[in-house]
């Protein structure tokens, strides 16, 4: 009997530690303060363990990647959980073609390869914030035609900046995140890869590094737990 615990001690201790490896796609939106480290740090917190890969270069969009061919080879030779693409705001027919189409590709690639394709919604810039629908509502259907998980940042970008004016998600140019933007970034996906977990538990210590104002922190959390 005491054998029998013990194993399945073990065998629960392992399975809450065993990593998530995600594979990031994307350009400088995503390598903009590391978002995947943040995420990585912030997992920790709660006991969770993520590893990652970024492909990330300035300017690019998905079929940019996928004519480079780096991807394909990463997504066929690593074992990845999840492939999380990024490219630019895409409000415009050109880019909801580049999003529907990169991921009509990457999502068969996948499939082939054990893993689950996932978009990362981003924010258009401050010029262009009119587009803001556009954005939320292309990724959106994106996600959907090809059956992937959707990180719906910004969405969540967009209800920030109406309720908060105590800092800001964009960085000096006004399109790429400053560091409260990366942090709300990483929040989005850590809610949707491990949605049981409690934000309120996350501690404003750990994090202040990233949101500086406790008030915006807080809103936050207030955003995501509804």
């Not at 490896?21 to 350009?27: E, R, S």
């Amino acid at each position: 009997m005491k054998r029998q615990i013990l194993t399945l001690f073990i065998f629960c201790f392992v399975v809450q530690l065993q990593a998530q490896k995600l594979l990031f796609i994307g350009n400088s939106l995503t390598y903009t303060n590391n978002l995947p480290s943040i995420l990585k740090q912030i997992a920790t917190v709660y006991g969770k363990k993520i590893e990652s890969d970024m492909i990330c270069y300035p300017n690019y969009a998905i079929v940019d990647h996928l004519n480079e061919g780096k991807v394909q080879q990463k997504i066929a030779t690593e074992n990845y959980d999840y492939v999380i693409i990024q490219q630019g705001p895409s409000s415009q027919k050109e880019g909801r073609e580049m999003l529907l189409d990169g991921g009509k590709q990457l999502t068969k690639l996948c499939k082939e390869n054990n893993t689950k394709l996932a978009y990362f919604m981003v924010w258009p810039s401050k010029r262009y914030y009119f587009t803001f629908d556009k954005v939320i509502q292309n990724h959106t259907d994106a996600a959907t035609k090809n059956n992937a998980l959707l990180f719906p940042v910004g969405m969540y970008w967009k209800q920030f900046e109406k309720l908060n004016t105590r800092i800001s998600l964009y960085g000096a140019d006004q399109f790429h995140p400053s560091k409260a933007g990366s942090f709300l970034a990483a929040l989005t996906m850590l809610k949707k890869l491990y949605p049981k977990e409690k934000l309120k538990e996350l501690p404003y210590k750990k994090i202040r590094y990233w949101v500086k104002n406790k008030k915006s922190f807080n809103t936050m959390i207030q955003l995501l737990e509804n």
